[in-house]
């Protein structure tokens, strides 16, 4: 299966545009964003626990990362509640559920095969300002040699470029902005390619975004996947 698989293209998306596709699962659904693969995937999605509904243990062949956007994500290792970043390398498992229900951004197969830094961040805590754009305070939440993962807030009315040197990608966490001219709202998702930009305006709420830059230099061709 492919779903926005060139990653020499730029793409948008709205997650209130996308049906829920179930999953092997019962209870827990899937809004795909980008995909190569079947099952056992390279892929990036929104999911969504029903109260009570979980997942078998499994191991993170390619490691996983998520956002918790909704909800309580549960598995061993604790209880993640909304706004919670959280990076599982390759060679972890886990059992995830939700009691309480949950829905999450999850990126699937996208990790260095040696990455064994597992981590969780609160995406809530407050930011630096940005001395270089003023308007806009940034809350690291992981770097390495082959990514840049942050939460970036922008002040109502803000105008900044962000590179997308390697590639990038942004979800908008709360309010509202525009990229390139094109209206994004709270959980619109932008893809950008290697060379890329991500030219902002912020809504008149302003608006808090999850951008990840770098990583897609590292997107293997779908026919090679």
Known sequence: MRINADFDRRVLLHA???DWIASPMPGVDRRPLDRIGGE?????SIVRYAPGSRFSEHV??????FLVLEGVFQDQYGDFPAGTYVRNPPTTRHAPASEPGCTILVKLRQFDPDDRRQMRADMTAEGEPDP?????SVLPLHEDERERVRVETLAPGVATRIPATGGGELFV???????????LRRHSWVRVPEGGAFDL???PEGARLWIK?????FVAAPDAA
């Open 16 to 18: 209130d545009e996308i």
């Open 40 to 44: 056992v995937a390279r892929a990036t």
């Open 60 to 65: 993170h062949d390619g490691g996983e990362e």
């Open 132 to 136: 270089q754009r003023p308007g806009v």
């Open 173 to 183: 966490l709360e309010g509202s902005a525009t990229d390139s001219g094109d209206p």
């Open 201 to 203: 305006v912020a809504g």
């Open 213 to 217: 830059t770098g990583h897609l230099r």
